[in-house]
């Protein structure tokens, strides 16, 4: 399995950057290679994305969604995948987001790629466009404050 854990910190309040990362098909606004994410339901997501010069689909379930705090998920077909969107509040303008996913890696290209870091890279320059899209606009483009423990919605 291969890892990624990159952070960033954004100059908006805790929730405004929680509730525009909750507003899961804004993601091709702000994240290279995603072609589209579907919102299904409360805890599951359908993408389509670019990863490796292949075009892949894959659905996932949100595991465990605290506001404010916590984003956790999970594969459930197509890529192999898991992670978590931690928020943390550095006084009231201020947000600290970590991200962190593992996943593993299909073919030559995918666990290159992997090896030399373009995987992290790639994360980091998404984090920097997430920043730039969340602060210029100064207020989220939705939200959703619900809570999810054990991928069931509460």
């Known amino acids: 399995m291969a890892k990624v854990e990159q952070s960033i910190e954004v100059n908006v309040p805790v929730q405004v ?22 919102q299904i339901d409360d805890t599951h997501l359908r993408w389509v994305a670019e990863i490796g010069n292949q075009r892949e689909e894959w659905t ?8 404010d705090r916590l984003i956790a998920w999970r594969s459930t077909g197509g890529v192999q995948q898991s ?15 970590e991200v962190t996913f593992e996943y593993e890696p299909e ?18 320059n998404d984090l920097e466009k997430f920043k730039e899209f969340v602060e210029s ?3 989220p483009t939705g ?12």
């Open 17 to 38: 950057a929680y509730n525009q990362w909750t507003q899961f098909e804004d993601f091709p606004q702000f994240m290279e290679g995603v072609e589209s994410v579907t």
């Open 60 to 67: 996932a379930e949100i595991t465990e969604q605290l506001p």
């Open 83 to 97: 992670g978590r969107v931690q928020f943390e509040p550095l006084g009231t303008d201020r947000t600290r987001i």
């Open 107 to 124: 073919g030559i290209v995918q666990t290159l790629g992997s090896a030399v870091g373009q995987d992290e890279r790639r994360v980091e």
């Open 137 to 139: 606009r100064g207020v």
């Open 143 to 154: 939200a959703w404050r619900g809570e999810v423990h054990g991928g069931q919605p509460q």
